[in-house]
């Protein structure tokens, strides 16, 4: 048995769907612990691509059970069109199970958002407007509804009723948009009530159970370690705890439950929205790694600003989650260039910077130091082990496993499943081939 966490270890959208994907195939649980349908996974199997936003990627695997956890934010509608989109190309959904104590996303989190957003004018953030942040601010300002509000049809009117005369003041005064009808929304939002309700479960309890059964448990967080509210770049963050603390936090599971911390990042760096970003590209450069990768967001289908790995933040996001092993995925968008650079430290004001700055008007004036390595010219799509590799993919691999300071456990080098290079179990430790005669770890290459 172990219980596992994926995090992103740069800005977001580092391929943990993916990575997910393939280690559901040995987990029992998978358990989605934070941010809401700002966040967009997308998973290749075969000819078919799914982006899902809200169900954790295990549920394309018939026998796993998959959690929203109370740490995410819900927005019914769309959490009902991927059950839809599912059940109609026979990918049941009889395994997924939403906490009730989950907040709601409501139709005055989305007005509120998009309204404040557009307010920002040159300071704005770069938030997808779908309603995240209004909801945890609603949430941490004891007025949000939860999913457990929802199937009280009484409890909901009488706190709805209050809520959205309270924020039509907001909408109208502060913004000047029309109202919202009370009437029109609560009877939406019990619509909504009756269709998820054989889905509500006590998350936590069900997750302690599973503990208790010694099944393998995966923690799937959003977004990136980055992005995190406390730990990222501040104010160019989303409003929730992306980074490994936050799975015990948004799952409801205490730090004793987790064996391992598994982080990913892209072979480059890439981020969306507003906010520094040292290692960004313009130019070939950034137009070849952004339309090999395919950099636009699945959920909002905005261009991604491209650079080159950035190992700086790399091993703060090593530090800040206790990563154990790495997934470093899209190596193959690196084929084909002459050289590639790497940042190993920051030049600040004069000085060499090793860590990254929390300040984000400092972090806005570091450059990056650069180590130019080889490249490989060749194409890496049907390597399947290291061995496969081209010596200066390979060195390169070594490299980054060094500046970080943590093994690299899983390379990816296309979305499909096939298209990997499984270097050690990331559940379970190395696999049973890397061990010696006596049973110890053979020291990984990398």
């Known amino acids: 048995m172990a219980n596992v966490i994926v995090i992103g270890a740069q800005w977001g959208d580092e391929g943990k769907g993916k990575i997910t994907d393939l280690l559901s195939r040995s987990a029992d649980v998978v358990v989605r612990y934070q941010g809401g349908v700002n966040a967009g996974h997308t998973v290749v199997v075969k000819d078919k691509t799914f982006k899902l936003h809200l169900i954790p990627s295990g549920i394309l695997y018939p026998d796993t059970e998959c959690i929203i956890g109370s740490g995410t934010v819900i927005d019914p509608q769309v959490l009902i069109e991927e059950i839809d989109q599912l059940e109609a190309i026979a990918i049941s959904t009889d395994n997924l199970f939403i906490s009730q104590t989950a907040h709601v996303t409501m139709p005055y989190h989305r007005m509120i958002d998009n309204a404040s957003e557009e307010r ?217 260039l002459e050289e590639i650079k790497v940042c190993v430290a920051y030049e600040l004001d004069g000085t060499t910077c090793q860590e990254f700055p929390s300040n984000s008007r400092i972090f806005a004036r570091c450059r990056p130091i650069y180590q130019t390595l080889p490249g490989w010219q060749r194409s890496t799509a049907d390597c399947r082990t290291l061995e496969d590799l081209p010596p200066q993919a390979l060195d390169y691999l070594k490299f980054l496993a060094e500046l970080m300071e943590v093994p690299i456990a899983i390379v990816s080098l296309g979305a499909s499943r096939d298209r990997t290079i499984i270097v050690e179990d990331p559940i379970h430790g190395p696999k049973r081939a890397l061990l010696d005669e006596d049973g110890t770890p053979v020291k990984l290459e990398i």
């Not at 004018?121 to 309603?131: A, Q």
């Open 120 to 336: 920002r004018g040159s300071h704005k953030i770069g938030t997808t407007k779908r309603g995240i942040g209004p909801t945890y601010a609603d949430k941490s300002e004891r007025t949000g509804i939860r999913i457990i509000d929802l199937m009280d049809a009484e409890g909901l009117r009488s706190q709805l009723e209050w809520t959205i005369n309270y924020k039509n003041a907001i909408l109208e005064k502060l913004y000047d948009l029309p109202p919202l009808n009370p009437n029109e929304v609560i009877a939406e939002y019990l619509g909504y009530a009756e269709r998820l309700r054989p889905y509500v479960v006590d998350s936590s309890l069900k997750i302690y159970q599973a503990k208790q059964q010694r099944r393998n448990i995966l923690f799937e967080g959003a977004q990136g370690t980055l992005l995190d509210l406390d730990h990222g770049t501040y104010p160019y963050v989303t409003s929730s705890n992306p980074v490994a603390g936050g799975a015990c936090v948004g799952a409801g599971v205490g730090p004793t439950a987790i064996d391992r911390t598994i982080g990913v990042a892209k072979a480059y760096t890439t981020r969306v929205g507003e906010g520094p970003f040292p290692t960004e590209v313009d130019g070939e450069i950034g137009e070849f790694l952004c339309d090999r990768g395919a950099e636009f967001g699945t959920t909002t289908g905005r261009r991604r600003r491209c650079g080159w790995f950035d190992a700086v933040i790399g091993r703060y996001a090593v530090r800040i989650n206790g990563m154990d092993c790495m997934a470093i995925t899209k190596l193959d968008v690196l084929d084909g």
